[in-house]
């Protein structure tokens, strides 16, 4: 009892640490948006065709070295300035996966091999687009949980509009840190009591295989920057398919960022989004 007690513990510490950093990104580069960047740069940084706009924004994640978790409060903030969902929806999805630290953590941990890292970057933003087109045709709102209207930003000084960054970043790391450790706790007592070998005993076949890995990307919740580590250690488990299944879905979805959603946007929105994902890894898994 003991030892188990001790392993849960070592493995919810173990899922702090290597979150807190990305949290503490986020909520920073939150507070920048919300001090530095007015309603009109954001209406000019979206394009008015629905398309561009979610290729862009799929694309954009390139330049977001950020996590599953430190994603969420920047997403929040820039639906609040006005993105619509099917621009920042495909950002949120890909930043955590196609940024160049994850690419090369993928590159190293597959032996120094371009096949998954291509894969892991084209599976990403083909997911990262269709659940954008769908968030064009089936979500007009915002869908935030607190709807509230962004005030005009008045002129300010730089020590104020830094003050303002450092104050906003405090609040928001509260509002968000409670739900990152309960979301720790939750994947840590799975870890510890969801053995991953009676998984792995279940994941025969092409469709079992996939179903097993994205069920363990989440269960796991793995940062993006450390989860191809893991994936490659599979490799004599499981199929590529799935493993490329697990390295798209585990930073889309996993407990800690699945709790984040749910304390932004509304709680049915969120259910639907969960489906969207599982739906296009799982399908797209299948055809690789």
Known sequence: MMNTFLQLNTIFISILIESLPFVVLGVFVSGVIQMFVSEEAVQRWVPKNRLLAIV???????FFPS?????????????????????AVPFMLTAPVINPVVLFSTYIAFGSSWTMVLCRALFACAVAVAVGAVMAIRHEGSELRHERREMPMMPRTWKEKIVGTLRHTIDEFFATGKYLIIGAF???AMQTYVKTSALVAIGNGKVA??????ALAFVLSLCSEADAFIASSFQSTFPFHALAAFLVYGPMLDVKNTLMLFQSFRARFVWKLISYITLFVFAGSLLI
């Open 67 to 87: 996590c599953e978790c430190s994603i969420v409060p920047i997403t929040r903030r820039l639906v609040a300035k006005g993105v619509p969902l099917y621009a």
């Open 209 to 214: 295989a996939s179903l097993v890995m994205m």
């Open 56 to 62: 862009y924004a799929t694309l954009l994640g390139v």
């Open 186 to 188: 939750i994947a840590s």
